[in-house]
């Protein structure tokens, strides 16, 4: 047994001679080696700073939608598709001065030539000059197909079927046609017929009759004429 611990101790000694010179662990009561000198290292390059992000675009509001020139007249359009009841007085005002010029359309729903106008019609209110208003003068109650009230819609829902872009005003009832007529000045006393109207609400052209080709190009010119002369 003696023999064996003195091997023991001698193995030990040595393990722990050469584990200490090799530096790999403190022996029991020996300071380890000073530490290494820690060399400052050179603190890292910071990272570049993100660009910076491109401001969204504020939001702008929509345009608002133009006014049609007819809705500056002495009128409520109170309605969305811009239909009106008049009287005499009312249907004056369309003509009145102070208004720009003009294109008055005198027509109604039960008129077949007038139904058979309207593409020339919306051919032509997209052509013209954001300084000439568009305007319908309804006859329908001369020969009333329902009640007064019945009637308006009827025109306004009429118009926005067919993609009319400008609104109608339409002739009461109580509108005595002969009274009408001598108010303002009506000659041709059916419909269609189609008027230019200038900013002193002089009669400047008149279109009797459905619209032709021909008719249509008349009308361009009286407009141009009268864009031309102001």
Same mark, same amino acid.
């Given at each position: 047994?003696?023999?064996?611990?003195?091997?023991?101790?001698?193995?030990?000694?040595?393990?722990?001679?050469?584990?200490?010179?090799?530096?790999?662990?403190?022996? %029991?009561?020996?300071?380890?080696? &000073?530490? $290494? =000198?820690?060399? /400052?290292? !050179?603190?890292? *390059?910071? @990272?570049?700073?993100?660009?910076?992000?491109?401001?969204? %675009?504020?939001?702008?509001?929509? &345009?608002? $939608? =133009?006014?049609? /020139?007819? !809705?500056?007249? *002495?009128? @409520?359009?109170?309605?969305?598709?811009?239909?009106?009841?008049?009287?005499?007085?009312?249907?004056?005002?369309?003509?009145?001065?102070?208004?720009?010029?003009?294109?008055?359309?005198?027509?109604?729903?039960?008129?077949?030539?007038?139904?058979?106008?309207?593409?020339?019609?919306?051919?032509?209110?997209?052509?013209?000059?954001?300084?000439?208003?568009?305007?319908?003068?309804?006859?329908?109650?001369?020969?009333?197909?329902?009640?007064?009230?019945?009637?308006?819609?009827?025109?306004?829902?009429?118009?926005?079927?067919?993609?009319?872009?400008?609104?109608?005003?339409?002739?009461?009832?109580?509108?005595?046609?002969?009274?009408?007529?001598?108010?303002?000045?009506?000659?041709?006393?059916?419909?269609?017929?189609?008027?230019?109207?200038?900013?002193?609400?002089?009669?400047?052209?008149?279109?009797?009759?459905?619209?032709?080709?021909?008719?249509?190009?008349?009308?361009?010119?009286?407009?141009?004429?009268?864009?031309?002369?102001?």
């Amino acid at each position: 047994m003696g023999t064996i611990r003195s091997l023991a101790r001698r193995a030990l000694v040595h393990i722990s001679t050469r584990v200490g010179k090799d530096g790999l662990f403190e022996r %029991p009561g020996e300071a380890g080696p &000073p530490p $290494a =000198p820690v060399r /400052p290292q !050179r603190s890292a *390059a910071p @990272p570049p700073a993100p660009a910076p992000r491109a401001a969204a %675009p504020r939001p702008t509001a929509a &345009p608002a $939608a =133009p006014t049609h /020139p007819a !809705r500056r007249l *002495a009128l @409520p359009w109170d309605r969305p598709a811009g239909t009106r009841l008049v009287d005499i007085d009312g249907a004056q005002a369309l003509i009145a001065p102070g208004y720009g010029l003009r294109l008055v359309n005198h027509w109604a729903t039960w008129c077949i030539p007038c139904v058979e106008e309207l593409p020339l019609l919306r051919a032509l209110a997209a052509e013209l000059s954001p300084a000439v208003a568009m305007i319908g003068l309804s006859w329908d109650l001369f020969d009333p197909r329902g009640d007064e009230e019945d009637i308006v819609v009827h025109v306004e829902n009429f118009g926005a079927g067919h993609a009319l872009s400008w609104p109608s005003a339409v002739l009461g009832e109580n509108v005595d046609p002969e009274a009408f007529f001598r108010a303002l000045q009506v000659g041709f006393d059916k419909v269609p017929q189609t008027w230019l109207v200038d900013d002193q609400g002089v009669v400047l052209h008149r279109e009797e009759g459905a619209l032709n080709a021909e008719a249509a190009e008349r009308l361009r010119a009286a407009v141009d004429r009268a864009l031309a002369a102001r």
